[in-house]
């Protein structure tokens, strides 16, 4: 059987930092704090929305009694944040391909439930996943290895492969003893030359290839 397959998603499927720092300042811009920068948004990004939240209220000086408020606020967003959300290049065309070759598909990701169906339903990919775990899918978050075991499980597989883009991915995979495919155009914070992969990779349209040399 074809080797089961799970994806990381902000930063490995989509660029949604433009559409998640809208929501921000969006809920920052009321308060008379100052924007978040592109650069601040991808360093805050990959651990889950409370520790984005947490960063943006540290470095904004938000009190302890607002931070709640402006959670609930920024969450209400985020749900519909997706405009300008895009599929990276090739994308579409890898899951297909992997698919076709019977390749179970599987989503593992720290970003809630909510928008992450919301964004995969604006992008048409509502269906193409096998077994869809989110941030708030299990007690625990990545790079705790739980949900991308739990996503394996759902795939029915022991195993397989996992693609991110980020050193939270790479010590996700690690701690999971998965093989890590490293998407090296995305929000990864740490030098590169630190990430261990099995495989690293720029363009998606080499991925099917990838996938089948490591079998």
């Known amino acids: 059987m074809p080797a089961a397959i799970a994806f990381d998603l902000d930063g ?7 559409d998640i720092r809208a929501a921000a300042n969006a ?3 009321p308060r008379g704090l100052p924007p978040l920068s592109y650069d601040e948004v ?4 990959g651990w889950g929305v409370d520790h984005f939240i947490g960063r943006l209220c540290d470095t904004r000086a938000v009190p ?7 959670h609930a606020e920024f969450m209400t967003r985020y749900l519909t944040a997706h405009d300008e959300t895009r599929l990276y290049p090739g994308v579409a065309e890898a899951l ?32 193409t996943f096998d077994a869809v775990i989110c941030g708030d899918s299990l007690r625990s ?32 995979a690690e701690a999971a003893d998965i093989p890590f495919l490293f998407f090296t155009e995305g929000y990864c914070k740490r030098p590169q030359s630190e990430i261990r992969a099995a495989a690293r990779f720029a363009e998606f349209s080499t991925l099917p290839g990838l996938v089948e040399e490591l079998g």
């Open 64 to 70: 302890s009694e607002s931070r709640d408020a402006l």
């Open 42 to 45: 991808r360093q805050f990004t």
């Open 141 to 172: 978050r990545k790079p705790d290895p739980a949900p991308l075991l739990a996503c394996f499980a759902r795939m029915g597989a022991k195993g397989g492969l996992y693609v991110g883009d980020s050193e939270v991915d790479a010590d996700t």
């Open 96 to 127: 297909t391909a992997l698919r076709a070759a019977g390749h179970p598909l599987g989503l593992c990701t720290n970003k809630p439930s909510g928008p992450t169906a919301g964004v995969l339903a604006a992008l048409g990919l509502s269906d």
């Open 12 to 18: 490995t499927l989509i660029d949604s930092l433009p």
């Open 27 to 29: 809920v920052l811009d």
